[in-house]
Structures are given as structure tokens and as C-alpha cells.
């Protein structure tokens, strides 16, 4: 007569424990991935990460006017004229014009800065980017009027450390993957002060939205009039 085992009955009741135990715990992973729970921070793609190594940082270009009471020098509007240049050419967002507070000179420097403006604005500025401040010149005599905008400058991260770029047993991307491609657009960037954030929106036309209503009221055709140099139609050759 053979013996009873406990432990051998009890061996394949473990396994089948085991094996549901595994089973739920697979269908409760399953349900809790099922629900949305918002990016990750640490979530980045290869390329991204190079985003963060573009540093960009700003400096003033202005120039300096000593108030003149009878009005801008020559110099002067040769020194506004350059800055309004400059200022084109970074696609700046604003010019600053500052004129001293506080001191004897104060109503001098006032006219200077006005002046200043106009000058900023004949040569090509937007008057809307043209914005006049007083500073606590602390009586100083002689305190200039002051001119100018941020420059941004855009230090792009240094690419060239390439590795095996064959070794992909990994599937993984190589150390210096999309750092060509970040500096090149840092670069190319015009005004870099746009890496930092998007500029602000326009004012919408308020006087083009209403005459468009009151055709559209009317029943009026509400279409800009067509343009006789933009129908398409190919022209004659001259013979």
C-alpha cells in the first residue's frame, strides 16, 4: 500500500494559485494603463533635449544724446539713424527712448527725447514700438537721454561628438543625435529673443471687421475688389 502525500496534491493547487495571481495581475496593469493620466515630465524624444542647451542672452545697444535745447545735432540723428538700422536688422521688438527725471535740465532733456522719437520713427520705426520712460538721473547734471533696445544673442550648444554611429545593437540613437539640427535653427534665427517665447498678437482690424458687417448686412458682395494685375490671364507677347 503506497503511502498518502500531502504535499503532492498541494504541489499543482500552488501553481494554478500562481498562474491566476499572474493573471489578474496582468488584467489590472492592463486597466490601469487605460486611463490617461497626462504627459510625463521626463518624457522627451531624443531631438527635444537639445532644445534646453540653447542658452540665449541679451545685452542693451543704445546710444547716449546730450540734451540740446535747440534740438537734435547732426551727429545725433547720424547716431539714430545707425540704432534704427540695427534695430531692423535684429527685428527688434521695442525701442526704448529714457530721459532723465530729477533733474535741473529736466524739461531740456524731455524736448531731446521727443525729438529722438520722431527721429525713430521718420527713419522706419513703428511709433507703436517707440516708448519714451523717465529714470531717476539723481540730479546729475548733464545726464543723457538714452536709446536703444535688447539685443538677443543665441549661444548654440558645440556638436561633433560623434561616436559608432553604426553601433545600433541597442536601438538606441547615438550621443550627438539632433544637436546639428537645434544649432542650425538657433542660428539661423533672426531674433533670438523669439527662442524664449512666441511674440504678441496684432490688434485685430476693428475697421475692415465693420465694413465687412455692414455689407454683409446689406447683402453686398463683402470680398476686397479684384485686382486687374492678379486675374491669371497670360499676356500677349509683344511681337
Known sequence: MTPHHPSS???PAVSKLAVAAV???????CASHGVDTGPVADARTETEQWNARVQVDSRPDEVLLAPHA?????????ALDGLVGRWLAAEGREIVVSAPIGGAGGEI?????VAARQRLIAMGA????VRVVGYDAAEAPGAPVKVGFLRYTAHVPQCGAWDNITGTGGNG???????AITANMAAQVANPEDLLGPRAMTPADSG?????????RRGEITSSAKDTQATGVVSKAVE
Open 70 to 78: 535747440e534740438g537734435l545735432s547732426v551727429a545725433q540723428n547720424r
Open 126 to 129: 513703428p511709433a507703436a514700438a
Open 173 to 179: 540613437a547615438y550621443a550627438n543625435f539632433g544637436c
Open 208 to 216: 475692415r471687421r465693420a465694413t465687412v458687417l455692414d455689407k454683409y
Open 109 to 113: 532733456a524731455g524736448r531731446t527725447a
Open 9 to 11: 496534491n498541494a504541489a
Open 23 to 29: 493573471v489578474l495581475g496582468l488584467l489590472s496593469a
